[in-house]
């Protein structure tokens, strides 16, 4: 089976490094249309950026803070000024700020939530404006398997992604009769550059799976592939968990 997403307009929020840069470059393999999105991480952005342009020259790079509306307004203005339409929005940026609740202070809590949960409504509202027009769009949001299990030392962080499950199926529900589905994906622990020697979370994340753990960010963004291409038409309202949790 060929994943073509050749023509397709795709944008991933929070795309400067981890899952993010990896769907960018696996959509941009697949000959995709690709907005990435930063907020900080401007000297990663712009390195993903010029690897990505030297095969594919439909990609840009927008700076973008999701929790900002002004920030996606723009982000969305220059999506449809490059591409003129939008085809699947990935709802990717996301933060941890991790305490036990004693000593979560009242700024971690806001900023979590702030990222995580207002930044995939902020998103969903001005990018469906035009999914609605277009009678045509995906949106897949990543939430987390803490978003259905809890994690102790990340009540802001599994709140958020609970937050967004329940808004995903919430929105799925008033946008199917557009042609729009929406989705959310759940991974559990994945191993990317940057944890990939954070040795306790590991360790626990491969005691709680029944399968090797090494492979789960290839076998996410192949998912992702596969519900951003013609091959999945009518899913939506549904939370896949992407894990081997036992
Ligand atoms: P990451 O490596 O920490 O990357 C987070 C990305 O989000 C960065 O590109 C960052 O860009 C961006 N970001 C943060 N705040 C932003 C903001 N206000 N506006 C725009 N972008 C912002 O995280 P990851 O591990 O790839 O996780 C990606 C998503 O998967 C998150 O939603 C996370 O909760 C979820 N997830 C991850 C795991 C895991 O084990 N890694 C498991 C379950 C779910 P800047 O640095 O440029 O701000």
């Known amino acids: 089976m060929t994943i073509d997403l050749t023509d397709k307009v795709i944008v991933v929020t929070g795309s400067s490094w981890g899952i993010g840069s990896k769907l960018i470059k696996a959509f941009s393999e697949e000959n995709a249309k690709i907005v ?5 991480s401007e000297t990663e952005a712009e390195f993903l950026y010029n690897e990505i342009i030297q095969h594919n020259p439909n990609c840009i790079k927008i700076k973008a803070d999701v929790t900002s509306i002004d920030d996606i307004k723009k982000l969305y203005n220059e999506t ?31 900023r979590v939530i702030d990222v995580n949960l207002m930044g995939v409504y902020l998103c969903c509202k001005t990018f469906s404006q035009l999914m609605i027009k277009q009678s045509f769009g995906k949106i ?22 609970a937050g967004v499950i329940g808004f995903t199926l919430a929105l799925a529900k008033e946008l199917g009769k557009y042609n729009i589905s929406v989705n959310a994906i759940c991974p559990g622990f994945i191993v990317t550059d940057l944890n990939r020697h954070n040795n306790i979370k590991k360790m626990l994340a491969e005691k709680r799976s029944l399968m090797s753990i090494e492979h789960n960010l290839n076998d996410l963004i192949n998912f992702i592939l596969y519900m951003s291409s013609d091959k999945m038409h009518s899913v939506s309202g549904q939370v896949f968990n992407v894990d081997s949790r036992k």
């Open 36 to 40: 990435i999105n930063y907020n900080s």
């Open 80 to 110: 449809i000024l490059n591409f003129g339409k939008i085809d699947v929005l990935i709802n990717n940026a996301g933060i941890c700020d991790d305490n036990l609740i004693q000593e979560l202070t009242d700024a971690q809590w806001r």
């Open 140 to 161: 897949i949001n990543i939430a987390s398997l803490k978003g259905q299990e809890g994690c102790e030392g990340q009540t802001n962080y599994s709140a958020s992604k």
